[in-house]
């Protein structure tokens, strides 16, 4: 999959796209990344890239020529790709939302600075318009690394053996159950006797209720959002029993 992303700070990226995940994506070719700087698509002496809002008031605004000299050259070169605006307006990053651009041919993710942008590279091309959610962050840059990231993560072949996107939080519409690892007791804790038992399906039931038990205690609206199993449902009614003090 290809990611082009339209920025005014391409230094920031050098970090998180070169470790981990994302770097061993890149290596094995299953994602590309290209930066590309939208003032070098200024025409004017100074690179101008922002200006002063019409109508007056505080901050600046990100230019419309430099950004769309920049789109359109991207675009040209990727005509399949998906121009994705960054936007504390957008629709928010879920899961779903990660799921559906991991299907796309490429992005092209436009990161906002200042004010934001002009509202007519929106209207003219903006296929998809992302938030993090509702508050600010200075520019969309971080909001651009969460997309590449929680995208990339979703692409066969990116996560090793062993590593599965179905079993993490929101795979299948749950909150993961809690995760351990030794010593098997730390500070007086103990690591839960039923993950130290070597059977298989008891881990399995385990692992299925407590991921029940903290969806229903920390998002109870998720549970409303899939289709619940015979099992899963005489396991909330346990897990409602013993939360009041009944089993
Ligand atoms: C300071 S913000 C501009 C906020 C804008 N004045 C508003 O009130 O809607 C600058 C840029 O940061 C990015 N940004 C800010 N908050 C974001 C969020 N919650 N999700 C995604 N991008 C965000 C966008 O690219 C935005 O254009």
């Known amino acids: 999959m290809k990611f082009d992303i339209l920025t005014l700070f391409t230094g920031m990226f050098s ?6 995940i994302i770097k061993r994506a890149k290596d094995k070719q299953l994602i590309d990344i290209s930066l590309h700087n939208i003032r070098d698509y200024a025409t004017d002496r100074h690179q101008t890239a922002d200006d002063a809002p019409y109508g007056g008031g505080a901050g600046m605004v990100m230019k419309a020529e430099p950004l769309a000299a920049c789109i359109e050259s991207v675009k040209a070169r990727q005509p399949n790709s998906t121009v994705v605006l960054t936007s504390p307006q957008g629709r928010p990053l879920t899961h779903r939302v990660a799921s559906e651009l991991a299907q ?11 004010e934001g942008i002009d509202e007519r590279i929106r209207t003219l091309y903006a296929e998809d318009d992302i938030s993090l959610g509702d508050f600010v962050l200075s520019g969309g840059e971080i909001a651009a690394m969460a997309i590449v990231d929680a995208t990339t993560r979703l692409i066969p072949g990116v996560l090793g053996s062993g590593e599965s996107a179905d ?11 809690p ?18 038992s070597g059977n298989h399906e008891l881990i399995r039931r385990w ?3 407590e991921s029940l038990r903290k969806t229903r205690l920390l998002r109870p609206d998720l549970l409303c959002e899939i289709e619940l199993s015979k099992e899963d449902i005489r396991m909330l009614k346990e897990i409602a029993m013993e939360d009041a003090g009944g089993l």
């Not at 796309?104 to 200042?114: E, H, N, T």
């Not at 993490?168 to 909150?175: A, E, I, P, R, Y």
């Not at 995760?179 to 130290?196: A, C, N, S």
């Open 207 to 209: 692992r299925r209720k």
């Open 104 to 114: 796309k041919d490429g992005l092209i993710i436009v990161c906002g600075r200042y």
């Open 15 to 20: 970090g998180p796209f070169d470790e981990s």
């Open 179 to 196: 995760q351990y690892t030794r010593p098997p007791v730390f500070m007086g804790l103990e690591v839960p006797e039923t993950l130290l």
């Open 167 to 177: 079993f993490d939080s929101f795979g299948d519409g749950l909150l993961e159950h």
